[in-house]
């Protein structure tokens, strides 16, 4: 079970080096259906999870076109909400998701945080 931890790690750290040295990579993720997919793992997996999923996230969120998948994907900001309840070191990960997020000014995304209740989280 350790083995699989840090295979997740490496894989993880491997795929976020990738996202943030070539950004126009981040284009080609929409359409290949890995952002729902990423959403649901981060909320229903160990917090572990959770964090590794919200790091993948970081460099997605400063990509329009992911942003706007997020948007897409009616549970993006609980998933994240979700993940950083899960763990302590998650939360200022999350908090950089959102902050990136946000500045590409998606009405859908700041809905989703509205009716997720994010701002008294």
Known sequence: HQNGGDNAETVACALIALLTSQ??????????????????????????????????????????????TFCNTPTSIRSVMEAMRKGHDAVAVGAEVCHKAFTKNQPGLVAQALQADLVSY
């Open 23 to 68: 950004p126009i990579l981040a284009e080609q993720v929409p359409p290949l259906g890995h952002i729902p997919k990423l959403m649901q793992l981060i909320a229903a997996k160990p917090a572990e999870c959770g964090r590794l999923g919200l790091q993948i996230l970081v460099p997605l969120a400063g990509n329009d076109s992911c942003v706007k």
